[in-house]
């Protein structure tokens, strides 16, 4: 989708949207895949309802993007133009136990920087890539702690008043993988309370997370990270293994060797080949276990 016409131009420049023509979007996302569509930064919060305005208008249709590393996009030309906030500076203000971060902040430079001002909690989150306003929109977690239970304030475009608002904490319902915000809710910043902690013990808290993730997940490889969300009381990647599907492929998709949640772009996957095999084991578990799994990867597809 090309936001090409004229008046629609002169529209976005006015609200200081820096256009990028033909953005591929394997170059968005961990997994390396997706088609190619205008991308449009957004350099201002408050330009926001105007620009959707903007593009309803003229009959654009628009998605909006976080830092790409929990969705499969669709090939080839895609029918929708991409929005995507662009980073401001500073990305995090410190106040007391409290932190202020723009929700194109990345995660684990968050974490970092509010544990070197003796900021803790989130130490589990280190190697979640991704930035904190997808961590947020999805309640990210990893060993025992969700980004949800720090939450204080969130200011968000909501679709479905077409406008700004600010939501207390207790306004938001956190659940595993799942939050109350609508579908097209846009997260724009976030207020973190954090407990006080010395840096050192933080960092060996980092250290622990860190070697648990290196020994048992696929770093190196691109992915979007688990596929399936693991349905109570039982892990996706166990009964996938058990079933003896490490190493299945369709194209260059296939089931990492390393965690079986994990599927790996080893080559030049398409989102079809991705598609196909996130199908197919899909069924696979559910004729073993009778158990249909989720997907925890948001799927994009034309
Ligand atoms: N297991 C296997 N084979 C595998 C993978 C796992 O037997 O290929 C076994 C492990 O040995 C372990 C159990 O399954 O006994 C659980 O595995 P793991 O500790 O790796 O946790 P998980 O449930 O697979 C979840 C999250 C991860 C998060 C880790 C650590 C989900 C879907 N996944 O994985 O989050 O990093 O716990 O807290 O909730 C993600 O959300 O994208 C993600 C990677």
Known sequence: MRAEHPKLEAGLAALGIDVRSGTSLSELTSLGIGGTTDL???????????????????????????????????????????????????????????????????????????????????????????????????????????????VREVKLYRAAERKIEILKGNQI??????????????????????????????LQGIRICNEKRRSSQPLGQKSAGCIFKNPPGASAGRMIDEL??????????????????FFVNAGQASAKDLLTLISDVRGRVENAFGVKL???VVVWNA
């Open 173 to 202: 319902s956190f659940e595993y993988r799942h939050t109350s915000f609508g579908p097209d809710d846009m997260m724009l910043a976030v207020t973190l309370e954090l407990p006080s902690k010395p840096f050192k013990e933080i």
């Open 40 to 150: 449009l930064r957004i350099t201002k919060h408050d330009s926001i309802p105007e620009l959707i305005g903007l593009l309803e208008h003229h009959d654009i249709p628009y998605k909006f993007l976080g830092g790409g590393s929990n969705l499969l996009v669709g090939d080839g030309e895609l029918p929708w133009v991409i929005l995507q906030l662009a980073k401001p500076d500073p990305e995090i203000v410190l106040e007391g136990n409290f932190a202020h971060v723009d929700a194109a902040a990345d995660l684990g430079r968050t974490v970092t920087f509010c544990a070197k001002h003796d900021l803790g909690g989130m130490e589990g989150l280190i190697g979640v890539p991704g930035t904190v306003g997808g961590a947020l929109r999805m309640n990210a977690g990893a060993y025992g702690m969700q980004i949800g239970s720090y």
């Open 244 to 261: 003896g599907l490490k190493g299945l492929s369709v194209g260059d998709a296939k089931v990492s060797d390393r965690h079986a949640n």
């Open 294 to 296: 989720e997907n925890e």
